[in-house]
Each structure stands twice: as C-alpha cells, then as structure tokens.
C-alpha cells in the first residue's frame, strides 16, 4: 500500500510545488514509485517544474469526467524508472474533482506506487479539502514571515478538524542571515517553532539554484553533489519519524 501525501500551505508562494516536485524526484532516485497529482485547477505548475509541460494530452479532470481512462492521464518521467504525474486541468470550468474522485484515484493506483504526493490548492476551501482529506499526511510550508507562520498554523488546526493526525511543517526560503532573530524583521526560528503548534520537519536555505532549477524543468534534488540533496533527504526522514511516530 502506498502512503499519500499531501503538501499544502496557507497563501501561495510558500514552495509547496517546488518541495512536491523535489520530493517526487528523491523518492524515485532512490527507487521508490511514485505518483505526484497536481490538484491546482487553473495554476498548475508542477508540469512546468518537471519540464514535462508539452507532454500532457489529458488531465485529472478528463478521467473524472470520462474522457479518459485514469492510466492515459499518467505522464512518466523518463529520467526515472518511475516517477508519474497527472496534471490538473488549467481550464477551470472542467469538471470539479470531489473527495470521492481523489479517493478512488488513490485506491486505484495505490498497489503501484510507495508514495503518492498531492501538490494542493493553496487555500482553505472546498477544493483544498477535497485534496487533504484522503492523505495519510499533510506537510505544510511556510516562510520566515510572521503571515506565512499563522497562515500555517491556521492550516494545521484545519488539518486536525479534518482528521489528519500526521502533520509536519517545512519552512521555506529561510535567510542564513536571519536565523538567530535579533534586530531582523523575521522572526527567528525559535519563534517561528512558539508560533505554530505540529513538529517541524526542516528548512530550506534560500537559493537562487532553486529557483533556476524551477524554470529549467530539472529538479534541484537532480544536481550532483548538491547540499541541498542531503538536506531534503534529512527534511524527509524527519517526515517518516513523524509519520511512524
């Protein structure tokens, strides 16, 4: 059985998509299958960080309609031996993906990958919902800014009415320089950690590598002797000991 995960955020521009893409590759580096869906109706990116954008023909809101079966929509990476995606839909007036198409989805596809990502809407509504509710965990990111950590918290708290029991955060475009507080705008991350009430799975240094890895269609995680390789595998271990936890 495979284990679902769902990375999520308050507002946008916290990197859920770029962690999502990152995570997907790790995974199938080292020889996990995986399935990422990208459930951002009308703002889908992860195509784009994949460099795989000319390749989608139909999206998860063709297989909920009927228009195509659920095996024609999943697009493999051809740099890894399994690595899927199916894509949303950019047209927002396609059909609406329920909760009950997400989970039939999973539980159709679930004996075939180890994990499965859902790279969320960034909001609270119907929508968002229907993208946390099958998980089996819910990483949420966030940034050094005091909106972006109640936004978090404000997440976490709905995660938990909702009966996500596994819940981790990541906090995104730390600045090195800011770490410790002091006279700096942002707030420290022994503030951040008083602020938001799930354990913290690790940060991610800003890094223009990241950013031009998002534009170039090659996931950072694929850059030989990066830093950032081990740092992502550490964020997921810390993942898995909250998981198992």
Known sequence: MSVTLAVTSGKGGTGKTMFSVNLAALLAMNESRVLIIDLNTGLRNVDICLGMENQVIYDLSDVVSGLCPLRRAMIR????????????????????????DIKKIIDDVSSDFDFIIIDTPPALGSDWQSAVICADMAVV???????????????????????????????????????????????????????????????????????????????????KDSYVIENFKRIFLRMLDVYYG
């Open 141 to 223: 990111m966030l940034t050094q800014e005091l909106a972006s950590v109640r936004d978090a918290d404000s997440v976490d708290y709905r995660l938990k009415k909702l009966g996500v029991k596994k819940r981790c955060a990541v906090i995104n475009r730390l600045k090195s320089e800011n770490y410790g507080g002091g006279e700096s705008c942002f707030p420290s991350l022994t503030e951040i950690f008083s602020m938001i009430h799930m354990p913290v799975a690790g940060g991610i240094v800003e890094d223009k590598n990241i950013h031009l890895s998002m534009n170039s269609g090659v996931p950072v995680v694929c850059m």
């Open 77 to 100: 990476d051809d740099r890894f031996e399994c690595l899927y995606l199916i894509s949303a839909s950019q047209d927002v007036s396609k059909a609406r993906i329920s909760d009950s």
